[in-house]
């Protein structure tokens, strides 16, 4: 089986040099070499939906820059689509698309129609196909007006749809993403989730995921790869992953009075604020609206957030279970 | 890689780059009133520098130095519409390289150095249109004798050569990211040198003789002092010369762009930051 992915050992050590204190490190340092990515091996089959999940840095994300080839291992292999990344980088780039939350590939001040326009010359795409793409693109993503209005002036959430639409219409093999609901609300998120997991099965499209956000990676994933201080921790389908360790809600409720006072099966209380009540919810054993409807019952509610545990938490537990 | 291949990738390679340059120019004409407050900008600094060369002139001190009287303004204008047309692509290449912007550019297949000089000088262009306008409306105005029609023309060729140059220097300013955390000390000497070296406010035929010709030879004389000699005191043996001047510096510079460039590339691949 040809794989779209291979790593193979790779790692990727970086150095620096450390002054001491006092006069005497004005003359001295010492190199220090801070190991990001340990050799960690794994394949990715063409159409597999993966997320690379870790605390920040865990080294997820220097892996994903060996991956896209804008970083030189320091040993180790990796193919990605039969490339190798760091010497066949502009060839690779005609296979993949790539979006960075944090940062737009659109030009703010002009209609996203141009950037796209930028796009399809800088890709070298035809015509045609370019705008028959575009079309389709658009009547999925509900872009309409939004082509012809200006970046800056668009929502988060519209310019990440135009972002995501600039990253596929090349028609790549391949799809990097990088904290791609980042700063959006829940009906953002779940459109963003909804056209990457559909567009990523209709097309054949393989997707390399990094988020903090549990809920991209249980809908759009397929497959789920913890990496904790350079290493693989864990390695497995997201449904395996899923009952294991993102079972769990974090509910708080701010209330006018008293603290809310429940007592049902699969809920522990955290430590709160004043007027705030935080309930961390098993909802393996009860339902968030189950809990929710105790909680209203009881009066005093003035306001609800539901939130999945840190993904610091979920590592954390992960790890745990691991060693 | 065959011949055909390589033909192909560069007919590719140069499509891309007039599509950015076609890109930067409707940008800065999306941003109107910064381009209109420009203008206007540009029209006092105008009716100040014009004032100054008529008071020259009226004591003939002009004379004195064998300078056309009414030449010295429109030399003036000449360079200061090069001047303010010049976008600043040194803070594209800082913001890109130290906050990180610079890896989605690097995983497109189109190189990321001439997109950006492409995209400047597009902005550029721009502004020398506007400017451009804004000249023969304050020139209508104003009265004056027009420059010889030659030297319009003559104007037309090194006045868009004369920003590429600059829009070069400034692209090592800013290449300087790589190692510095801030450019504008570099950008601020290249700028200085421009005044000086390049004859912003009088032409460098002033220096003494043998400063003059070290002058007359920087890129600094070729991004501004060329142009404006044009505008000046026509001949077609003098926009030869300027237009040889200013197409060596555009190679060397475009060189000394592309070595800075590949060396803070391998700096970025190597490090993964800056």
Redesign the interface.
């Known amino acids: 089986m040809s794989f779209a992915v291979t790593a193979a050992q790779l790692s990727?050590s970086?150095r620096y040099s450390r002054r001491g204190r006092g006069w005497r490190a004005a003359f001295s340092s010492e190199q220090v070499t801070i190991e990001?990515v340990a050799g960690v091996d794994f394949q990715i089959a063409p159409g597999e939906r993966v997320a690379i999940i870790g605390p920040n840095g865990a080294g997820k994300s220097?892996t994903l820059?060996m991956l896209?080839?804008?970083?030189?291992p320091s040993s180790g292999a990796a193919t990605v689509l039969g490339l190798v990344p760091?010497r066949q980088?502009?060839?690779l780039?005609?296979r993949?698309g790539?979006v960075?939350g944090q940062?737009s590939?659109l030009?703010g001040?002009?209609p996203a129609r141009?950037?796209f326009?930028?796009l399809?010359?800088?890709?070298?795409q035809d015509a045609r196909v370019f705008a028959r793409r575009l079309g389709e693109m658009s009547e999925r993503f509900a872009l309409g007006e939004l082509l012809d209005q200006?970046v800056h002036r668009m929502s988060l959430g519209q310019r990440m749809r135009c972002e995501i639409t600039a990253s596929l219409l090349h028609g790549p093999e391949l799809l990097?993403l990088d904290e791609p609901t980042i700063g959006l609300d829940v009906t953002a998120k779940a459109a963003i989730r909804d056209f990457i997991r559909e567009h990523a099965r209709d097309h054949g499209l393989t997707v390399l995921l990094t988020s903090h956000d549990t809920r991209d990676i249980e809908l759009v994933c397929d497959r789920v790869i913890v990496v904790n201080q350079g290493r693989i921790v864990v390695d497995q389908p997201t449904d395996q992953l899923r009952r294991r360790f993102l079972g769990r809600k974090i509910i708080t409720f701010q209330s006018a009075g008293a603290a809310v006072s429940l007592d049902l099966p699969g809920v522990t209380r955290r430590a709160g604020a004043a007027h705030a009540t935080v309930l961390e919810v098993d909802t393996r054993v009860v339902r968030v609206e189950q809990v929710i409807a105790a909680a209203m019952a009881d009066g005093g509610i003035e306001d609800v957030t539901i939130e999945d545990p840190p993904m610091e938490e979920v590592i954390h537990d992960i790890y745990a279970a691991a060693r | 890689m065959t011949s055909t291949l390589r033909r192909a990738e560069a007919r590719?390679t140069l499509?891309?780059a007039?599509?950015?340059l076609r890109?930067g120019f409707?940008?800065t004409l999306?941003?109107w009133p910064v381009l209109a407050g420009r203008c206007l900008f540009f029209g006092l600094i105008m009716t100040v520098l014009s004032a100054l060369w008529d008071k020259v002139a009226a004591e003939q001190v002009a004379g004195a130095i064998a300078l056309p009287p009414g030449g010295v303004v429109l030399y003036v204008g000449a360079t200061e519409w090069i001047t303010l047309s010049l976008p600043a692509v040194y803070l594209r290449f800082e913001d890109d390289i130290r906050?990180?912007?610079l890896?989605?550019h690097?995983?497109?297949?189109?190189p990321y150095l001439l997109?950006t000089l492409a995209l400047g000088l597009g902005g550029g262009l721009a502004r020398l249109a506007a400017l451009g306008v804004t000249a023969i409306l304050l020139l209508a105005l104003s009265g004056r004798a027009w420059p010889p029609l030659e030297g319009l023309a003559f104007l037309l060729v090194l006045g868009p050569l004369g920003l590429l140059v600059g829009v070069m220097l400034y692209a090592l300013a800013g290449l300087a990211a790589f190692w510095a955390r801030r450019t504008l000390p570099f950008q601020l000497i290249i700028q200085k040198l421009m005044f000086l070296l390049g004859g912003l406010f009088a032409p460098v035929t002033l220096y003494p003789a043998a400063l003059a010709e070290v002058a007359r030879a920087s890129p600094f004389a070729a991004h501004l002092y060329w142009a404006g000699a044009q505008v000046m005191a026509p001949s077609l043996m003098g926009f030869l010369v300027g237009a040889g001047w200013q197409l060596a510096w555009i190679l060397l510079l475009g060189a000394a762009c592309l070595g800075l460039w590949r060396l803070g590339l391998a700096k970025?691949?190597?490090?993964?930051t800056i």
């Open positions: 990727k970086y990001a220097t820059k896209s080839g804008i970083l030189q760091w980088r502009k060839a780039a005609y993949i790539v960075f940062r590939q030009w001040e002009l141009d950037s326009d930028l399809r010359h800088v890709y070298d200006p990097f | 590719s499509r891309a007039a599509s950015a890109m409707d940008q999306a941003g906050s990180g912007g890896e989605i690097l995983l497109r297949p189109k997109q970025l691949l190597r490090e993964g």
